[in-house]
């Protein structure tokens, strides 16, 4: 079946620590999102890409960088100047309005 | 800018139960509506969507009406269940230079109590 693959489901970090979430998908869409939720904040865009090799800032992109090298995959790396990376990471697909997420990766900074 | 604003929660309603969760939003032109849900610990799901004025949306006894007059899209169900318990979210889309970015509201928490 077709889907996305966040992995991990949960990830610890060591203050000053780069970490890189991984969003895989097989539905063949162009464009791919990263998402930051915090408790009551909604989901928050950090960066977006529309086709390989190419990429966008979304409204919260410092201390995140990002990389579309293949269609299938968008990874996100959380840099040490990301100052609270602590939050629910959600990776999204979409072929014009049709938008499938994953299910998510938990960072924790310890 | 494009926004959506949508009641805070948390609500928790009894079991069968008539829910209402307010959406408005503010864009330009005819933005698509949408309703997605989040179940503890997920992702999110697409709950219903509506593309233009006075289109109704439904799925699994909720509904949303496109009201263009009074820029809105609120969330109902007549009698809600346990398994409903989740977080809601209002966004919407604005296509634009072959772009198509959801625009969220904050989300609303829903705890049914048996």
């Known amino acids: 079946d077709g889907g996305i693959t966040q992995s991990p489901k949960y990830l610890f970090r060591k203050e000053g620590q780069n970490v890189t979430l991984s969003c895989e998908q097989n539905l063949n869409h162009d464009a791919m999102y990263w998402y930051r939720q915090d408790p009551g904040q909604g989901l928050r865009l950090i960066y977006y890409?529309?086709?390989?090799?190419?990429?966008q800032k979304g409204d919260i992109a410092e201390g995140y960088s990002v990389s579309r090298e293949k269609k299938e995959s968008f990874p996100l790396t959380v840099t040490s100047a990301q100052k609270n990376p602590t939050a629910f990471y959600l990776c999204?697909?979409?072929?014009?309005?049709?938008?499938?997420f994953g299910s998510g990766t938990r960072l924790t900074v310890v | 800018g494009n926004s959506v604003t949508q009641m805070e929660g948390p609500v928790t309603l009894s079991e069968e139960a008539f829910l209402t969760i307010n959406c408005t939003y503010t864009a330009t032109g005819y933005p698509s509506l949408f309703w997605y849900v989040q179940y503890p610990g997920e992702g999110l799901q697409l709950l219903l969507k509506a593309t233009k004025a006075d289109d109704k949306g439904s799925n699994k006894g909720f509904e949303a009406t496109y009201r263009k007059e009074t820029t809105s899209f609120h969330l109902e169900k007549g009698s809600v269940q346990v398994s409903d318990s989740a977080v809601y979210f209002c966004a919407l889309i604005k296509p634009g230079a072959g772009s198509y970015q959801l625009t969220f509201g904050k989300g609303t928490k829903l705890s049914v109590i048996p």
């Open positions: 890409s529309q086709i390989v090799n190419d990429f």
């Open positions: 999204a697909s979409s072929i014009t309005e049709g938008y499938t």
